[in-house]
């Protein structure tokens, strides 16, 4: 078991690494979204068509990687919703088990089932290098590789998580650096 809780601490580590680095992206997505309403504006003011198809559309694909790329932080610190009916009730054990099934059961299935049926569009996207309809739009190709991306990462932290939860479930204890 060991073993695997090191497993679990590296696709800990990797996922909070990931969503620290993402965080970020939100603060760019503000910035972006501010210059092009200022650029709006004052370009009316102008007479000039200072905003662009591909701040707006640049906007759109931070916040898809923000959320994206920050779903497999999100399950490793708990953070997600849930429906707590019962749930909060439970001690630790018994949360353990309700999770380990869920992970087992229902993540992971549904990880493997999205990037199955998500990698033919990926795939397609990429062969003939997809760009926006729209003028001045930006190329699709590369947001559409994070589809796959994700849900890899959310699937790491699935397993990561099937690990913690099977170890306290077997009564045993998580090493400080694994427990989050």
């Known amino acids: 078991m060991g073993g695997l809780l090191r497993v679990a601490g590296w696709v800990d580590r990797l996922n909070r690494a990931v969503g620290g680095l993402v965080s970020w992206l939100a603060l760019a997505m503000v910035l972006i979204g501010a210059f092009n309403a200022v650029a709006r504006y004052l370009g009316q003011r102008a007479g000039e068509n ?9 906007q759109w694909y931070l916040f898809s990687a923000l959320f994206l790329l920050g779903a497999a932080n999100t399950l490793r610190e708990d953070a997600h919703v849930r429906v707590d009916v019962f749930y909060g009730r439970l001690p630790a054990r018994g ?15 549904f990880c493997a089932f999205a990037l199955y049926m998500s990698w033919p569009a990926v795939a397609n996207s990429w062969a003939i290098r997809e760009i926006s309809p729209d003028p001045g739009g930006l190329p699709r190709y590369p947001i559409k590789a994070l589809i796959l991306v994700s849900f890899g990462l959310l699937a790491l932290q699935g397993v990561s998580q099937l690990i913690k939860h099977l170890a306290q479930v077997l009564g045993r204890e998580l090493p400080p650096e694994e427990r989050d």
């Open 95 to 109: 949360k353990a088990w309700i999770d380990l099934a869920g992970s087992l059961l229902l993540l992971l299935p």
């Open 50 to 58: 200072l905003s662009s198809n591909a701040y707006i559309e640049l």
